[in-house]
T-cell receptor, first 115, second 114 residues
């Protein structure tokens, strides 16, 4: 089957730096992509999403870039803060056989922010 | 407060026990999901319910039995589990299954099988 993967398992940055987390996907039929943040002891929390008809979307301190040509997704966090330390998951969504839109998650990247 | 509440937060059980995990959402969503999260593995979808009807069963062993009495509540009944079933079990909800929208997750139940 097709899968979503992340290039780096761990990313360490200094407070105030910009962070970039990358994700590769392989299902060309996927048309919706989501980034989640998971802090220790908590469930994944929605950060930002993007649909396949866009190549960039900005939120508060976060930007998601989508390159459909090479099937690549990235999450940029500006002025990274210690509170951003967490595991970040990308997910691609496609239509399953039962008619539900089901996300497929990557393994996650652990972001460590040093004060 | 995530809007999705899971109980218990931690559960330790023997392989011959029977227990249930509970999930409740206060978001008015119509679709609910069970996921398994193991160390170093991606989130694994187990079941999907929409308007109380099961729409997806991702080849989950029969020792896991889901129940959805209404759109706000979801249960996962456990019996004769194996040590490899130890994991974090996450519940999620979304407005409806036919649209691409982000899921809202609970904080999970950490399950340990002795």
């Amino acid at each position: 089957g097709e899968s979503v993967g992340l290039h780096l398992p761990t990313l360490s940055v200094q407070e105030g730096d910009n962070s970039i987390i990358n994700c590769a996907y392989s299902n060309s039929a996927s048309d919706y992509f989501i980034w989640y943040k998971q802090e220790s002891g908590k469930g994944p929390q929605f950060i930002i999403d993007i649909r396949s008809n866009m190549d960039k979307r900005q939120g508060q301190r976060v930007t998601v870039l989508l390159n459909k040509t090479v099937k690549h997704l990235s999450l940029q966090i500006a002025a990274t803060q210690p509170g951003d330390s967490a595991v970040y998951f990308c997910a691609e969504t496609s239509l399953a056989s039962g008619g539900s839109y089901i996300p497929t998650f990557g393994r996650g990247t652990s972001l460590i922010v040093h004060p | 407060e995530t809007g999705v509440t899971q109980t218990p937060r931690h559960l330790v059980m023997g392989m011959t026990n029977k227990k249930s995990l509970k999930c409740e959402q206060h978001l008015g969503h119509n679709a609910m999901y069970w996921y398994k999260q193991s160390a170093k593995k991606p989130l694994e979808l187990m079941f999907v319910y929409n308007f109380k009807e099961q729409t997806e069963n991702n080849s989950v062993p029969s020792r896991f039995s889901p129940e959805c009495p209404n759109s706000s509540h979801l249960f996962l009944h456990l019996h004769t589990l194996q040590p490899e079933d130890s994991a974090l079990y996450l519940c999620a909800s979304s407005p409806r299954r036919h649209s691409n929208q982000p899921q809202h997750f609970g904080d999970g139940t950490r399950l340990s099988i002795l």
